[in-house]
Structure formats: C-alpha cells, structure tokens
C-alpha cells in the first residue's frame, strides 16, 4: 500500500488541477490561433434583400450567397478608393 500523508495528497491533488488547467488553455490557444479570421474589406459583403452584412472567406469571390436569407449577394467596389 502506498502511504502518503495529506499534505503531500493535497500537492498531488493541486498539482493535477493546475496541470489540467495548463492543457485547457493551451488548446483554447490554438483553436483561436488556427481558426482566428483576418477581415479585410474585400471580404465583407452586404444582402440588399434582408440588409445582412456578413464576411465571405473566400478573398477572390466577388459573388456568393447570404447566409441568412440564401439570396445572391455581390460584393460592389469602391470608385473613389
């Protein structure tokens, strides 16, 4: 049997928990890392049908479809800029 006094269970015990913690926040990290979006104007789209304003991942795509409303949405450009 393994003897172990109560203040060496309760550092084990700490010790698990801050470990678990450690994991926790460094997967939290990554997954805002790998899925953190870089919006630029090019991306942002308007519906003139539900006045829906949304950003499409595609940066090329100057058409696509509203996420709410699934009408078809393009994207105008800047005259002036």
């Given amino acids: 049997m393994?003897?172990?006094t109560y203040s060496e269970v309760f550092f084990f015990y700490f010790l698990l928990w801050?470990?678990?913690?450690l994991l926790l926040w460094r997967r939290e990290e990554a997954r805002v890392?790998?899925?953190g979006w870089r919006i630029s104007r090019?991306?942002?789209f308007h519906?003139?049908?539900c006045h829906n304003s949304f950003v499409n991942r595609d940066r090329n795509a100057s058409i696509c479809r509203c996420p709410r409303c699934?009408?078809?949405c393009i994207?105008?450009?800047d005259h002036g800029v």
């Fill in 18 to 21: 801050l470990l678990l913690i």
């Fill in 75 to 77: 994207r105008r450009r």
């Fill in 2 to 4: 393994i003897y172990a």
């Fill in 47 to 49: 519906c003139d049908n």
């Fill in 70 to 72: 699934n009408a078809i």
């Fill in 42 to 44: 090019s991306q942002l």
């Fill in 33 to 35: 890392r790998r899925n």
